[in-house]
């Protein structure tokens, strides 16, 4: 058995400890009641320091982030932490703060979210921002009940509708159901952008607004933004704007500018704070001016959000500054390209032309298949990565193509790391083409390697029973 593979109850042995408390100051202290005292002993693992210390360290060792290595995940953008950025964070007077402090003590966190909101307002073109979100479907969440406040303020009551395309990120439609919006799906072209003559009729009195992010979930840059925003406007709606999809606009295109009216930012994906594991995140949402008494006035999640992400946004935007902001675009776009244009004669490309931060490939050219043989999956592409060291994109989203894989590579990452990917990726197709069974079969590396996901969804196993 690997050392890992041993639970921490496994390495316990009685009579070993891994602490030592201090003595007991206060002896006349009351005794717990006992209708509150346990029925039996604690359950706790006795194991030294050493162990403790080793066991964990191997756990983190399993996992995989952007700190080991290549993080190409499509639509999230999992780009390096700068460490200044947890410097900041770690800073006893932002670090030593409780939210229920007098304002009078706080007010460098409060200057902190002043000077933020105006950061994040020249960045996208919106005129205010609420910090309350926690993510970026809990911003969605906000942002539709601004849109619905809204209208409703107007006494536009049956407004009940909200569009949204079908290359969108599902959180979309499910914020919508939650916020008792109706969906009306809204297709799109073979060239992956919105269908604006499907969307005309679909512009009734009903319709609330639409959801959209650009460039698109297919990393393709929404061309009839003006004309699409003239139309919902017209028809009375406001624009939502999916701010997953920020990172290649920054300092060059602004939501605002192209007609938006509500619009949410991942500041822990497109302004580098951690990423992953369930949190923590932060998605606060802006609004034109004419929005700005629909901010929530009523607390939308605990105090004020989640500072600790919002202050390593500001030193992160801090650090780059105006100018270099706009390179984050740049290169994020360049490298999309560069990785697309080297692998399309391995990889099925569907839409051909320039992608913005990210694109997607329709499965292999040539997955090794014949004779009622089955050959290499996207699926298969993903988990055969692992063993080369290089985390897997996204795989099947969006739901356009049968076989996708979504690559975002992010501008934080080398031409040499880039290089590599391009390279692994190119040996895998070979794999596949020759002896697909390599691919079906892997990782073969990994401690874990095919659970049953489903399995694992509706029976997640969260103790350790002993």
Known sequence: MKYYDKLIFELSKEGRVGYSLPVNQFPQAPEVPVQLRRAQPLRLPQVSEPDVVRHYTNLSQMNFGVDTGFYPLGSCTMKYNPKINEEMAAL??????????????????????????????????????????????HGELTGLMIMRQYHMNRGDMKRTKVIVPDSAHGTNPASAAVCGLEVVEVKSLENGRIDVEALKPLLTDEIAGIMMTNPNTLGLFETEIKTIAKLVHDAGGLLYYDGANMNPLMGVVRPGDMGFDIMHLNLHKTFSTPHGGGGPGSGPVGVAQHLEDCLPDIRVSGFHGNFGVILRAYAYILSLGKQHLRKVGQYSVLSANYIKESLKDVYKLPIEGVCKHEFVFDGLVNDGAHDDVPGATTLDVAKRLLDYGFHAPTIYFPLLFHQALMIEPTETESLETIDSFIAVMRKIAAEAAQDPEILRQAPHNAPITRPDETLAARNPVLKYEW
Do not use: R, W
């Not at 960045?123 to 970026?136: H, K, L, N, S, V």
């Open 92 to 137: 006893p007077g932002f670090a030593g703060l409780h939210p229920l402090m007098h304002a009078g003590l706080t007010k460098g966190a409060l200057k902190v979210y002043q000077e933020m909101n105006k950061a994040l307002s020249a960045i996208t073109g919106m005129y205010a921002f609420t910090f309350d979100p926690c993510a970026g479907a």
